[in-house]
């Protein structure tokens, strides 16, 4: 599907993987620790005290993505990453860095943050 980043996670070791292209038979999935992973669907709605849904600003010919978000060793933003059609951009984030990234200007992409404590969470580029 269009702009769509498929994302399995392991709820035994919190391991994540992306998936290119997903097997379509229905006795077959991807296991991890003796358990089949389980695809997370991103939260586009923001309940939590803490802001996770990524939001942007146009910079010329770029985005600014950022994270309200604390980024402590325990509970932080692990990347962000903007999808549209075929491309693909992520970054990789770290504990005590900015919850945020610089992106090219693509209308009708959507951008994903990763919380490693409340999971995915997307919105869409204008």
Not at 42 to 54: G, I, L, M, Q, T
Request: glycine residues 2%.
């Amino acid at each position: 599907m269009k702009n769509e980043l498929i994302i399995k996670s392991c709820k035994t070791c919190n391991a994540l993987i992306k998936v290119i292209k997903d097997c379509n038979n229905e006795d077959c999935k991807i296991m991890c620790c003796g358990t089949p992973m389980e695809e997370l669907v991103p939260n586009s709605v923001d309940a939590a005290h803490e802001k996770h849904v990524p939001t942007y600003e146009k910079v010329e010919d770029e985005i600014l993505v950022k994270v309200n978000h604390v980024m402590e060793k325990e509970h932080y933003i692990e990347w962000l990453c903007m999808v549209h059609d075929n491309l693909e951009y992520m970054v990789k984030l770290y504990p005590e860095q900015e919850a945020q990234a610089r992106f090219p200007y693509i209308p009708n992409s959507t951008i994903y943050a990763y919380c490693n404590k409340h999971g995915l969470w997307s919105a869409q580029v204008n």
